[in-house]
């Protein structure tokens, strides 16, 4: 879903008696579930409410398409993204649940290139609620209960935020076998004035044979020419000189791309900030 909701007509419901009130206020439409009632006009059938009976209590549920989003209990209320965290669902969890929802910014707790990845226990945060003046990190489906005066009840619920960094004293370890590859790339930038590569399809070629392991084409002494061409094929960018675009590159480009071949290859060196 992209954002696109219309509120204009949508009430804000306060807490369970409101719901109550706002249900019995309006008419089901006829020839469709008589506990469903519409929260918009009435031709807008993806925002509803619904009444229903969850473990012996009569609750409403407030939903967009086909996903419940807000629950109200006679004593709490429970939100969730539904599976769905879109800017559409952020905003109706938001307006409907009367509370304040903002983005997670994965990269200041974890560095690239592994800000959005799997392997870090971040990976499923999507957003953060304001509750009783403290950010709480909600995961995309699950349900989180909230007092009526928006403080958490279950605070244990949300997910915990944890900040990585790169082990300085690996990666030192870890670029040793590429000092070489290293020394020859600063040497020719120099000789070049800092030019980068034209392609070349027999490079191009060869350089594939290394998809997966760069770090040891890199490493390797008799691939030197081939590892240079592949750096500053991957890092070169053009340059306007006023006349024409040239290609261009530097030594700070090269260490910084095989710093991440580094990471990539060796998910160790990110380790938890205690």
């Not at 109550?20 to 008589?34: D, H, L």
């Not at 229903?52 to 807000?70: H, K, M, N, Q, S």
């Not at 027999?202 to 770090?215: F, G, I, N, P, S």
């Not at 030594?251 to 095989?258: A, D, N, P, Q, S």
Request: aromatic share 14%; net charge neutral; glycine share 6%.
């Amino acid at each position: 879903m992209g954002f696109h909701i219309n509120v204009y007509n949508m009430p804000r419901i306060n807490d369970y008696k409101h719901a109550k009130e706002i249900f019995e206020s309006r008419t089901a439409v006829r020839g469709e579930n008589q506990s469903v009632r519409r929260l918009g006009d009435r031709y807008e059938t993806e925002k509803w409410l619904r009444q229903e009976i969850i473990d012996g209590i009569e609750i409403y549920t407030a939903g967009y398409y086909d996903t419940d989003l807000v629950r109200f209990y006679p004593t709490h209320k429970e939100i969730t993204l539904g599976g769905y965290p879109s800017t559409s669902t952020e905003y109706f969890v938001g307006y409907i649940g009367g509370v304040s929802l903002y983005p997670f910014e994965h990269k200041k707790y974890v560095p690239a290139p592994f800000t959005r990845s799997p392997m870090v226990k971040n990976h499923q945060i999507e957003c953060s609620v304001y509750l009783n003046g403290d950010h709480q990190y909600m995961n995309s489906s699950d349900w989180y209960a909230i007092g009526y005066d928006n403080k958490p009840i279950y605070p244990e619920q949300f997910e915990k935020p944890i900040k990585y960094k790169f082990d300085a004293s690996q990666m030192r370890e870890l670029r040793k076998p590429y000092k070489k590859i290293l020394k020859y790339a600063d040497t020719m930038l120099k000789l070049s004035n800092n030019e980068g590569v034209e392609e070349d399809k027999k490079l191009d070629e060869q350089a594939r044979e290394y998809r997966d392991r760069v770090l040891e084409m890199f490493a390797d002494e008799d691939k030197t020419y081939l590892s240079y061409y592949h750096m500053l094929s991957h890092c070169q960018h053009n340059m306007w000189n006023g006349r024409s675009y040239d290609s261009r590159c530097n030594i700070g480009m090269i260490k910084r791309y095989l710093d991440k071949q580094i990471k990539l290859e060796n998910i160790q060196v990110l380790v938890e900030v205690n």
